[in-house]
T-cell receptor, first 111, second 112 residues
């Protein structure tokens, strides 16, 4: 059973384009949601953390939103750059402290 | 400040052997979680330790075990290794459940 779904699985865009990555989850007992970036063969780098009581968080060119009632989160990347190429994962944490990850969206930004 | 440190970075083991992986969390972080990442299964939660106690456990066989020491450093052990245990093992630490996780660079385990 897929508890976290990330769409699309892969995305290729030209440099400079704005883009949106989607994350859907089924568990209503969400405590917070976190977006990560992973480069090939490396660990995860935290991008943004949104508490269940918050609607969005911003960091530089990144903006993450959370709609707990519909079970959706989006990661908006403005003015994409080739250095943004990576796999982006979302994960939600429950009140019990359990984390569930999506399979990620692999982003390629072409120069 | 130092991040989450995992050792070793790479490991090659033979089927049937056992292995121990180590994770040193960020100073002050008391929660340490372990994950297995494979191309086919994605990122899967193994277990979480908080103040030396296992607080959560994923759906892995008993061959996978862990512990946490009083200084919050954690070890993960896999006994009787199988080919399917080949994966990137990631450790993450946190101050607490509401404060997000910081990941280490992982240990790449290859079982031959």
């Amino acid at each position: 059973k897929q508890e976290v779904t990330q769409i699309p699985a892969a995305l290729s865009v030209p440099e400079g384009e704005n883009l949106v990555l989607n994350c859907s989850f089924t568990d209503s007992a969400i405590y917070n949601l976190q977006w990560f970036r992973q480069d090939p063969g490396k660990g995860l780098t935290s991008l943004l953390l949104i508490q269940s009581s918050q609607r969005e968080q911003t960091s530089g060119r990144l903006n993450a939103s959370l709609d707990k009632s519909s079970g959706r989160s989006t990661l908006y990347i403005a003015a994409s750059q080739p250095g943004d190429s990576a796999t982006y994962l979302c994960a939600y944490n429950t009140n019990a402290g359990k984390s569930t990850f999506g399979d990620g969206t692999t982003l390629t930004v072409k120069p | 400040k130092a991040g989450v440190t995992q050792t070793p970075r790479y490991l090659i083991k033979t089927r049937g052997q056992q292995v121990t992986l180590s994770c040193s969390p960020i100073s002050g972080h008391r929660s340490v979680s372990w994950y297995q990442q494979t191309p086919g299964q994605g990122l899967q939660f193994l277990f979480e330790y908080f103040s030396e106690t296992q607080r959560n456990k994923g759906n892995f066989p008993g061959r996978f075990s862990g512990r946490q020491f009083s200084n919050s450093r954690s070890e993960m052990n896999v006994s009787t290794l199988e080919l399917g245990d080949s994966a990137l093992y990631l450790c993450a630490s946190s101050f607490g459940k509401g404060l997000g996780y910081t990941f280490g660079s992982g240990t790449r385990l290859t079982v031959v």
